[in-house]
């Protein structure tokens, strides 16, 4: 009985040990949850990582949303493109 806990558990561990990122599906700045769209920081920065990407910056969402430095400089590296306006609109605002 000790060996079926056992078995069970460690058969557990790969689906507990995913991220829960993988599970978040995202359009632009909004995350889609049970089909409506809800503004959050996650989505906001993988957005404005995969801007900064297609103008040939090599940055991930996890480093914009890990480090503030980060996302300071991509802001800064993508300027004033519409796409991504409302994301750095408080970069480099030291209040």
């Given at each position: 009985m000790k060996?079926?806990?056992?078995?069970?558990?460690?058969?557990?561990?790969?689906?507990?040990?995913?991220?829960?990122?993988?599970?978040?599906?995202?359009?632009g700045d909004f995350q889609v949850v049970e089909g409506r769209e809800i503004a959050t920081p996650y989505c906001a920065d993988k957005a404005l990582a995969k801007v900064a990407r297609?103008?040939?910056?090599?940055?991930?969402g996890g480093q914009v949303r890990n480090n503030p430095a980060t996302k300071d400089e991509v802001c800064r590296f993508?300027?004033?493109?519409?796409?991504?306006?409302?994301?750095?609109i408080d970069v480099g605002d030291d209040d």
């Open positions: 060996n079926l806990a056992s078995m069970l558990i460690l058969g557990l561990l790969p689906v507990l040990a995913t991220p829960a990122a993988a599970h978040i599906a995202c359009d297609e103008r040939g910056d090599q940055v991930t993508i300027g004033g493109d519409p796409r991504v306006s409302g994301d750095c």
